[in-house]
């Protein structure tokens, strides 16, 4: 039995982000992305890939853990796109189901840290930093149902082809 009372058939550790320890967590219904913070108090999420897919749009919906509503004060900036455009030689750890694929990877720069979310279909991708990573720790899973609703993905801009 793994820690926090769960089984796992595996875990492989990808990270470690701030507080934030971030693996692949292998189940019977396929694979999660495991975020765990062991201080000041023990914490963690496992995200589906759907999730994980829904977090890409985080730019584009509201979802007040990574900075409001799109378009007021205060709403959650994009990421450097240099960053989201990773070279094709980059490893991205893939999570698939029958409704997402999503590749995972982290993006380190001289400056600073985060995991990359990219959406393999649409081409959306957000850089998490340590402190929104922390945040997701204390997210509900009904709390996703903002972004994975695609009832209105027609708003959504679609990435430029050269661009994916």
Known sequence: ???????????????????????RYETATGAR????NLAPEPMEAFLDPLELEGLTRARHKAFPLLGGVP??????????ESVLRAPAGEHLERFQNEFALV???VARSPASEGLLIRDMNAGLGILLTPAE???LLRVRHMDFAPLVDTSDLVAI???DIDEV
């Open 103 to 105: 590749g995972v990877a």
């Open 33 to 36: 992305l495991r975020l765990r």
């Open 157 to 159: 801009p679609d990435p």
């Open 71 to 80: 378009g007021r004060p205060g709403a959650r900036a994009g990421p450097e």
């Open 1 to 23: 039995m793994a820690p926090f009372g769960r089984s796992a058939t595996s875990t492989t550790s990808l990270a470690r982000l701030g507080n934030v320890e971030v693996s």
């Open 133 to 135: 990573l922390e945040a």
